[in-house]
């Protein structure tokens, strides 16, 4: 059920919807959502600085059937300042009409508010895209995963999550390998999410995961591009296990060589590089599929891109 809110200060959802929030398992707006699996369970909230503003279309999710009625509540503490959410500028996704929320728990005071972004990322048919990101602002964040019109097979798909901090030339932390929350268990076990299950929201947590090693990665591989397709520049993402030559070319769909981006002795850790769409020459390339070969290591791996104009 969707309905406006037109109080003329923000409040606090919890606050707002007081009369009948025994009754709710989700309360959800275009930017953010608080949930929890049933009327029972204790709500998830990302942020408690989050407020229901003027004009806002508000989702809410009623466990059980009957009759329900309410008037919005304001108390004494509700601000004329409405709730300004921040939004990702790294990470690049297309918005759909609804999402599903991911919440996703970063080791403790890891990552100061505003430090970053955290992306979720699903590579399905040789295609890496993002899926939604979100800005960091504590230990809790929640993504919106936009994959409900998604034509994806999620069991033939990768998905993975990547951190970026902000005023640091180091590269993206992929994160590969994390645990999910099974709500049969009562507990995080190490899987990846499933998207196929009906569940309304998820939880996933990096906390036992130390990532401030994941400059020294463990081994050699090529982690993709992002973003696929791209328009005019993609940047293209690697991990080195150990000190190595690395050669990183682009060839088109006949094979032919396009450019070589690297050929040289690189160190271990993570690294980046942007194609901008141009061959050897620096002259731009047509619109069509082009593929990166990556070697290092006596490791050969290749993708495909898309380049649309």
């Known amino acids: 059920?969707?309905?406006?809110?037109?109080?003329?200060?923000?409040?606090?959802?919890?606050?707002?919807?007081?009369?009948?929030?025994?009754?709710?398992?989700?309360?959800?707006?275009?930017?953010?959502?608080?949930?929890?699996?049933?009327?029972?369970?204790?709500?998830?909230?990302?942020?408690?600085?989050?407020?229901?503003?003027?004009?806002?279309?508000?989702?809410?999710?009623?466990?059980?059937?009957?009759?329900?009625?309410?008037?919005?509540?304001?108390?004494?503490?509700?601000?004329?300042?409405?709730?300004?959410?921040?939004?990702?500028?790294?990470?690049?996704?297309?918005?759909?009409?609804?999402?599903?929320?991911?919440?996703?728990?970063?080791?403790?005071?890891?990552?100061?508010?505003?430090?970053?972004?955290?992306?979720?990322?699903?590579?399905?048919?040789?295609?890496?895209?993002?899926?939604?990101?979100?800005?960091?602002?504590?230990?809790?964040?929640?993504?919106?995963?936009?994959?409900l019109e998604s034509d994806i097979i999620y069991d033939e798909a990768e998905i993975e999550f990547r951190i970026h901090r902000y005023n640091t030339r180091s590269a993206d932390i992929l994160v590969s390998n994390y645990n999910v929350y099974d709500f049969d268990l009562e507990s995080f076990r190490a899987t990846k999410l499933d998207f196929n299950t009906p569940d309304r929201f998820y939880r996933v947590s990096f906390q036992d995961m130390d990532l401030e090693n994941e400059d020294i990665p463990l081994v050699t591989t090529l982690i993709g591009n992002y973003p696929n397709p791209f328009?005019?520049?993609?940047?293209?993402?690697?991990?080195?296990?150990d000190q190595t030559n690395v050669k990183l070319q682009i060839f088109n769909i006949k094979g032919q060589l396009v450019k070589t981006l690297i050929n040289s002795q690189m160190d271990a850790g993570n690294h980046s590089i942007i194609w901008n769409g141009d061959d050897a020459s620096s002259r731009s390339v047509a619109s069509g599929i082009y593929f990166y070969r990556f070697e290092a290591d006596n490791i050969v791996q290749a993708r495909k891109m898309l380049l649309i104009k």
């Not at 369970?41 to 009623?62: C, H, L, M, R, Y």
């Not at 403790?108 to 979100?134: D, L, P, Q, R, W």
């Open 1 to 147: 059920m969707t309905i406006g809110y037109f109080m003329p200060r923000s409040e606090h959802p919890l606050v707002a919807l007081q009369e009948v929030e025994p009754y709710l398992t989700e309360i959800k707006t275009q930017y953010w959502a608080i949930s929890r699996k049933s009327i029972y369970s204790q709500w998830i909230i990302p942020n408690n600085d989050i407020t229901i503003k003027f004009g806002e279309a508000v989702s809410i999710a009623i466990e059980g059937s009957g009759y329900h009625s309410f008037g919005w509540n304001m108390s004494r503490n509700s601000s004329n300042e409405p709730y300004i959410h921040p939004m990702p500028v790294y990470f690049e996704y297309e918005e759909e009409i609804d999402y599903k929320p991911i919440y996703v728990e970063l080791p403790e005071g890891m990552f100061e508010a505003n430090s970053g972004e955290v992306g979720m990322f699903i590579t399905h048919n040789g295609i890496t895209k993002c899926y939604g990101a979100e800005v960091i602002q504590g230990d809790l964040v929640q993504i919106n995963g936009y994959i």
């Open 231 to 241: 328009n005019p520049s993609t940047t293209i993402a690697f991990s080195l296990s």
